[in-house]
């Protein structure tokens, strides 16, 4: 009797082991109880990207940019595993990062808009790889201000919000 226990909860262990965080409605940090993944931006002007979520791991590279969209996949004390837009990531101390919102442009030439509509006039044009501050979103568009021009652009043309990602 004890050994089909026992071999009922390896096999919830094992089921519940094996879930990806897709399984799960939403997944939370251990640390911050905030949901993972989650967007932030770089606080400070150099940051250093270990393999490890300690000051013993190897330095793998140096972010440079202040204000950089980074997404945050994974807490351990305070460390988190960050990305940037090319996939490409490691570990930051959590000094480093900022929860103000920001985005990337991807697509050269992206319109600001007046309004979150196609045909709406347009305020400004960002060129690829400028860093604008993320305001209000709706499903499919968000506002942003870059260096003083606002204007709403579709989610398609930058990358640092979740694609059905709502903010008030």
Not at 42 to 60: C, F, Q, Y
Not at 63 to 91: C, Q, S
Not at 147 to 160: H, T
Request: hydrophobic share 40%; net charge positive; proline share 5%.
């Amino acid at each position: 009797m004890r050994s089909k226990n026992f071999v009922r909860a390896l096999l919830s262990v094992l089921l519940f082991a094996s879930m990806t965080p897709s399984s799960f409605a939403e997944t939370r940090g251990a640390v911050t109880n905030l949901p993972i993944p989650r967007f932030v931006s770089m606080k400070a002007l150099e940051a250093n990207v270990r393999r490890g979520p300690s000051l013993t791991h190897r330095i793998d590279w140096v972010y440079k940019h202040r204000n950089m969209p980074l997404e945050i996949t994974a807490e351990f004390g305070h460390w988190r595993r960050v990305r940037d837009m090319d996939g490409v990531g490691g570990w930051v101390h959590f000094t480093l990062l900022s929860g103000v919102r920001t985005v990337v442009i991807t697509k050269d030439l992206t319109k600001l808009l007046s309004h979150p509509k196609d045909n709406a006039l347009p305020t400004a044009e960002l060129k690829a790889g400028v860093i604008a501050r993320l305001q209000d979103c709706n499903p499919d568009w968000c506002e942003l201000n870059a260096d003083g021009y606002k204007g709403w652009a579709p989610k398609s043309n930058y990358w640092g919000v979740g694609v059905g990602e709502i903010r008030d």
